[in-house]
């Protein structure tokens, strides 16, 4: 099993560049999220899935958008590039039961916008 | 909106040294969960907790759910090198998200 892969690992982009960025789990799991992570400011949720299917917004929507076409993939996209937008990604997926879930992370992608 | 409090947000001690870390909320969960972070990697599960007052036990590591459901905290025993990392409170109120606070980053000197 490998878990939650994310491709790529680094990326550098200019202002205005689009990119996706892929997550794919081999868990079977329901769930899957995509999180930005910067100094201070914790982990915040940018948008979820929970099925094939289906995405919702999360925290920090804007300036996102995503796919969920086959349960095992999440991609996340990024159509006109801003500085602002420079972070850690990371990708989760999880499955629920007795009222919880429990996330299982991928590696993150590091995003630098210039 | 839920918010999770973590303090310290920095702990530096030397190793042997025991710490506790806390997680507080305003907010009632359902559950509360922890994850500890090394550096350039992703967030790694260390225990879910569901039941007020409920306490954990991990090797060195023990967590415990406030009786409220509203706080929790994590302490390590003789801490040493390896338990260096930033480490993650994490708050359930259904099924499908959770509230993340801001962590609390742990360095233990050998």
């Known amino acids: 099993n490998a878990g939650v892969t994310q491709t790529p690992k680094f990326r550098v982009l200019k202002t205005g560049q689009s990119m996706t960025l892929l997550c794919a789990q081999d868990?079977?799991?329901?769930?899957m999220y995509w999180y930005r992570q910067d100094p201070g400011m914790g982990l915040r949720l940018i948008h979820y899935?929970?099925?094939?299917?289906?995405?919702a917004k999360g925290e920090v929507p804007d300036g996102y958008n995503v796919s969920r076409l086959k349960k095992q993939n999440f991609l996340l996209g990024l159509e006109s590039a801003a500085p602002s937008q420079t972070s850690v990604y990371f990708c989760?997926?999880?499955?629920?039961?007795?009222?919880?879930?429990?996330?299982?992370f991928g590696p993150g992608t590091r995003l630098t916008v210039l | 909106t839920q918010l999770l409090e973590q303090s310290p947000q920095f702990l530096s001690i030397q190793e042997g040294e025991n710490l506790t870390v806390y997680c507080n909320s305003s907010?009632?969960?359902?559950?509360l969960q922890w994850y500890r972070q090394e550096p350039g990697e992703g967030p790694v599960l260390l225990v879910t907790?569901?039941?007020?007052?409920e306490v954990k036990k991990l090797k060195r590591l023990t967590f415990q759910f406030g009786d409220a459901r509203k706080d929790s905290s994590l302490h390590i025993t003789a801490a040493q090198p390896g338990d260096t990392g930033l480490y993650l409170c994490?708050?359930?109120?259904?099924?499908?998200?959770?509230?993340f606070g801001k962590g609390t980053m742990l360095l233990v000197s050998p």
């Open positions: 868990m079977n799991h329901e769930y």
């Open positions: 907010s009632v969960f359902s559950s």
């Open positions: 899935s929970v099925g094939e299917g289906t995405t």
């Open positions: 989760a997926s999880s499955y629920t039961f007795d009222g919880y879930n429990e996330q299982f």
């Open positions: 907790v569901v039941t007020g007052g």
């Open positions: 994490a708050g359930g109120s259904g099924y499908s998200t959770l509230t």
